[in-house]
């Protein structure tokens, strides 16, 4: 209470509102077009704005971005964009995503729903807006397994008709679009690309000459030539230039055919599919006396070496890749060991590579450890696991054939464990002598 001008006023104490701030949720959206949508690269940045507008238009979210992969043919999930977004998942950053309909989240339904489980087992929505599907919802999950499944397929109809067309241009002799070194496909047709061609008889000429692939390979790399994909030589790519058809002006169609229309998974025709040879199709770039000098001269190296190296394979062959620079690794005897060494590090140095090799023998006690087996067995090995992701800080990332991941580290070996009794002798003479002279 309090006096003015002789009145006694009575001020009320003033009582705020607890009201608590309801915290507000983390939403982002994801976008992706289909190559068959008239113009694809302006109907995706309309989706970036529009869901952009829409999140911060909503006084209860907080914009974390919009996510958005790149157009493509393919339905393998090897979108960076999208795994980005799902590493924010993880570490609890987005509470709800955004996306225009099922088959831009994912074609197949396996995927679909894995990913929509386990984003609402931490909590996530997804919402699917053409839809109108919450996967947090109590029946989200039986709506989308019926539209993902009709969407998938749709992906196989997609994908039997691009099948027919192809097919129907093979039997006609018609080249679909392809990408080959020599040569820039126009109008349907291949347009021999005059330096690129040159390359390519110098290729042939330095075999025949008696150079292998690898120094082929070596060589271009070293004067900075790049293959039509923009990537640098590999033996491998020498040896399919030297075998391909296409350099003396004919055409083998259908060498190759797509497995599952899911994974596109490539595989080579070997009788499954019809096969089409077309002769003369297009302009040759090597003269066909060339051309079988150069098959005659391999087959004649393949049966020398055949002859002077029995190769096989090892228990980790094809199995290791490099976390690094995505190489494969390859066994290698160092010190009398055997030891697995990223393609790029053995043929490049640690400049290009600074990935570390690790003991045959070290590999193997670590996945008899991971697979729960008492000693390694490369039968179990290669059913189970499908490949080892190699890091640095000697981490492995094993990822078995079920589609799971397990993280593991291995250990090096100490110094003495490493020396072989060819090296202990030896240093104990080194010692012998330092002593004798003094």
Known sequence: MTTKGGIIVQIEPVVFENKSIAKKKNVCAYARVSMNDDGMLHSLNNQILFYKEEILSHPDWNFVGVFHDKPTTSTKEDRPEFSKMLKLCEEGKIDMIITKTISRFARNTVTTLKWSRELRQRGIDIYFESENIHTISSNGELFLSLYAAIAQAESLSVSENCKWRIQKAFQEGILTPIKILGYDFESGSLKVNEKEALIVKEIFNLYLDGKGTNYIANELNQRGIKTKLGCEFTPKAIHVILINEKYCGNALLQKWYSKDHLTKEKVANNGEKDAYFVEESHQAIIDKETFEKVQIEMSKRAMKYAHECKCREYPFTKKLKCGICGKSYRRKIVHGKPVLICTTYDRKGKSMCPSKRIPEEILMKVSANILGIDEFDTDIFNDMVS??????????????????????????????????????????????AKYSNN
């Open 387 to 432: 490949f080892i992701t190699v890091y640095n800080g000697n981490r492995l990332i094993f990822n078995f054939e079920d589609g799971t991941k397990q993280e593991t580290y291995w250990k090096d070996k100490s110094r003495s464990e490493s020396w072989t009794d060819e090296m202990r002798e030896k240093a104990r003479e080194r010692q012998y």
